[in-house]
């Protein structure tokens, strides 16, 4: 079973930048993790993902913005999000899987950290 603690996000002015980061407990090394977030009144929305081998995939509305790294020698996986827009504030969630897929649905997930919330003002 893997535990995973989500840490970082805040408050910033559009255009800045945030890290969030996903740090687990228990085996690690063989799952997809990913990165969503909720908005008020919205669905969970995926952002990003990284599988075990490296492979990433992102949400078209983060692309060039958002870097989604692993690393596994110390059980973390980070988001760093630049050049932040008022529509990216949300509660961020971390979300693990066994396997090697870029599972997109949040229901695909076994595995979730807790809320962190994500300001930006225009």
């Known amino acids: 079973q893997v535990h995973l603690v989500a840490a970082g996000g805040g408050a910033v002015q559009a255009g800045g930048s945030l890290t969030l980061s996903c740090v687990a407990s228990?085996?690690?090394?063989?799952?997809?993790v990913g990165w969503f977030r909720q908005g008020p009144g919205k669905g969970r929305e995926f952002v990003a993902t990284?599988?075990?081998?490296?492979?990433?995939r992102y949400a078209d509305s983060v692309k060039d913005r958002f870097t989604i790294s692993r690393d596994d020698a110390k059980n973390t996986v980070t988001l760093q999000m630049n050049s932040l827009k008022p529509e990216d504030a949300a509660f961020y969630y971390c979300?693990?899987?066994?396997?090697?897929?870029?599972?997109?649905?949040?229901?695909?997930?076994?595995?979730w950290g807790r809320g962190i919330q994500v300001t930006v003002s225009a």
């Open positions: 979300a693990g899987v066994r396997g090697s897929v870029h599972y997109i649905l949040p229901q695909r997930y076994d595995y």
């Open positions: 990284v599988t075990w081998s490296g492979s990433i």
């Open positions: 228990g085996r690690f090394s063989d799952y997809t």
